[in-house]
């Protein structure tokens, strides 16, 4: 918590060994209860098991009491902040060492509470948890930015280990920003900014849209507030004249998914003001000029059905040339799966129609958080599974930053421009025709890195369709990469290369990408 939202602390708190320690909320003193407790415990009960359910109320019931003395810049109760928190992780079912994170997650900062006390009260990865999600205090550097990156840095290797942490932070900075308004202007925009650059971008690679668009939109509002008022006063200008043309498509997409025997969920929308202004600045549009300010979505049960909705779809409406993409076959990176089409409706404006099954909306909706799943090994402690983690590499880039740079500052400037919230990702293919997935402007360096840090090292050219290509080339989407070239050395380091081939052949880097040392 911001020193400035303190307004009552230290000395007013009780030591820990004589806490009441209430273990059930209707139990507390209504004084230092959570206005929306009963939002919680409603969420939590939809899912969680009775046991799981009495710890969270136990965290809940400890929380209360470490903050009973603190109040947040708004004047409101500060347990408000952990119980929304942990509202928006409960809308996304997580499970309940998360929840309970969520609840404690500030009692190690901001209260005299231990790790120590968290792990003997609610068990080690509870506490591992709210150590990830626990800014880095009292610590020495020359400027805000270092200090930023070490707390990054921090949280990083803490989401290696867990990659609930994230979620957990994610969810922290989302209910900061709904709040953001009783902070002094100068740290609205810090807040905007960092938003932007780090936690949006975060959001997106994790898939989880329900938090990343409200991110965006919060951000774009805090950063540009001019901008931000002009495009709602924009969009808000024909708000009614919009609504109408998009329930007028819905109804006729519905019309016609029956009669063609598929059962499908119809809705639709007006996108987000960030998407919207994304494309505004990609394209140099105004709002009138943006081609697919509506898009209604289409799911159903079945691949099968999405396929047959868009042939449905197509014969009712006049698809617009080059902007079809089939996101079921060839999944972005963050596990996103749809189908995309823009069409003109018969009064000539333009809209988008995405079609998806129920499962690849879920994903669509809350990414990684709806499908990491985590199973007990040998030595109990928990792993991922392998299909998971795969979607993680971008994570795994970042951990060998962080391991080779010691300039704080350096690492916070790579870390911005790798989460670069503007670039659109390419698709190119190894010769076995897997889909590599990189960020816009990758070249075959990019791609030998992705393969493997060492290979990106040893790289000096690459055959991308057939043809010898310097290595700056731009990789555009759908092009194959057969063989990336690598140095030849002294025989000193021939037998260090030959022996890192070894290495990468193993983990299957060189062995399926064609790879010629």
């Known amino acids: 918590m911001d020193a400035a939202a303190r307004t009552a602390h230290d000395s007013t708190l009780q030591p820990f060994s004589e806490m009441e320690h209430y273990k059930h909320a209707d139990e507390l003193p209504p004084e230092i209860m959570a206005d929306s407790y009963d939002k919680l415990e409603r969420l939590c009960l939809k899912y969680m098991n009775e046991d799981d359910f009495s710890k969270v109320e136990q965290a809940y019931c400890f929380a209360a009491e470490k903050h009973c003395n603190q109040k947040r810049r708004s004047g409101e109760m500060y347990i408000n902040h952990p119980v929304e928190v942990a509202i928006i992780l409960a809308d996304l079912k997580m499970d309940c060492d998360v929840v309970c994170a969520a609840l404690l997650h500030d009692t190690v900062e901001d209260t005299e509470t231990s790790l ?295 690492f916070l400037s790579l870390l911005k421009g790798d989460l670069d919230l503007f670039q659109e990702d390419v698709y190119c293919f190894t010769p076995n025709g897997d889909v590599k997935n990189l960020p816009n402007g990758s070249t075959p360096v990019d791609f030998a890195y992705a393969i493997h840090s060492a290979v990106g090292n040893k790289m000096v050219g690459a055959r991308v369709n057939g043809k010898l290509v310097n290595i700056d080339y731009k990789i555009q989407n759908g092009d194959r990469i057969a063989q990336l070239v690598i140095a030849k050395y002294e025989r000193v380091e021939v037998e260090v290369t030959t022996e890192l081939q070894d290495t990468v052949r193993g983990e299957g880097g060189f062995g399926h990408t064609g790879i010629k040392g």
């Open 116 to 410: 120590t006390d968290v792990s003997g009260l609610f068990g080690d990865t509870v506490a591992e948890l709210v150590d990830g999600v626990t800014k880095l205090t009292n610590i020495e550097v020359d400027s805000m930015d270092e200090k930023q990156a070490l707390t990054l840095r921090k949280m990083f290797l803490a989401m290696s280990k867990d990659i609930r942490v994230i979620i957990v932070k994610l969810a922290d900075r989302l209910h900061n920003m709904r709040t953001l308004q009783y902070m002094r202007p100068e740290k609205q925009l810090e807040k905007a900014k960092e938003t932007m650059d780090i936690y949006a971008p975060i959001a997106q690679r994790l898939g989880i849209s329900k938090i990343k668009t409200e991110l965006d939109d919060l951000a774009l509002k805090y950063s540009q507030p001019e901008v931000f008022n002009d495009l709602v006063k924009q969009i808000n200008a024909r708000k009614t004249e919009r609504e109408e043309f998009v329930q007028q498509i819905v109804d006729e997409v519905s019309t016609h998914m029956k009669n063609a025997n598929i059962d499908a969920e119809v809705n639709g929308r007006v996108k987000h003001f960030f998407s919207i202004y994304k494309k505004m600045v990609n394209q140099d549009k105004s709002v009138d000029q943006i081609y697919d300010l509506f898009a209604v979505r289409i799911i159903v049960d079945s691949v099968k059905d999405c396929y047959a909705a868009l042939g449905v779809i197509h014969e009712m409406y006049t698809p617009v040339p080059g902007r079809f993409k089939d996101y079921i076959a060839m999944p972005k990176a963050n596990m996103y799966q749809s189908l995309h089409t823009t069409l003109m409706s018969s009064i000539g404006q333009p809209f988008e129609i995405q079609i998806r099954t129920k499962e690849m909306h879920k994903t669509a909706e809350y990414g990684i958080a709806a499908h990491w799943k985590y199973k007990e090994s040998e030595d109990g402690k928990k792993s991922v599974e392998a299909k998971e983690e795969e979607k993680l590499s971008w994570l795994r880039q970042i951990l060998e930053w962080q391991r080779d740079m010691s300039d704080n500052r350096e």
